[in-house]
């Protein structure tokens, strides 16, 4: 059974930093990156890596946002540092197999799995 969980998101202020967590069972993927939803229907991908070692983010969070996996522990990571109030959204683990068909990793048909969230909120 493939189960994605995340874990790590709390309440911090501007400038502060999170450590989120994805574990990853029950299966075998070839990217995981982290989304995250705020008031809109729409997921934004905010970071991807794969199997590869490639990490690919968003541009409104490079340099501040690192994702990093640890496969011994099934583990992606999502460190982020100088948080910003634009950052407080619900965000998502996802994972995908196989080739992405020449998709953009922040499409979200190319991710089978997806984890139920976690909150992240940065006040002013």
């Known amino acids: 059974q493939v189960q994605l969980e995340e874990s790590g998101g709390s309440s911090v202020q501007a400038g502060g930093s999170l450590r989120l967590s994805c574990v990853v069972s029950?299966?075998?993927?070839?990217?995981v990156a982290w989304f995250r939803q705020s008031l809109g229907p729409q997921r934004e991908g905010v970071a991807v890596?794969?199997?590869?070692?490639?990490?690919l983010y968003a541009d409104s969070v490079k340099g501040r946002f690192t994702i990093a996996r640890d496969t011994t522990k099934s583990t992606v990571y999502l460190q982020m540092n100088k948080l910003k109030p634009e950052d407080t959204a619900m965000y998502y683990c996802?994972?995908?197999?196989?080739?992405?068909?020449?998709?953009?990793?922040?499409?979200?048909?190319?991710?089978?799995?997806w984890g139920r969230g976690t909150q992240v909120t940065v006040s002013s």
């Open positions: 029950g299966y075998t993927y070839t990217r």
């Open positions: 890596v794969t199997t590869r070692g490639t990490t």
């Open positions: 996802a994972a995908g197999s196989g080739g992405a068909g020449g998709a953009p990793w922040h499409n979200h048909g190319i991710y089978d799995s």
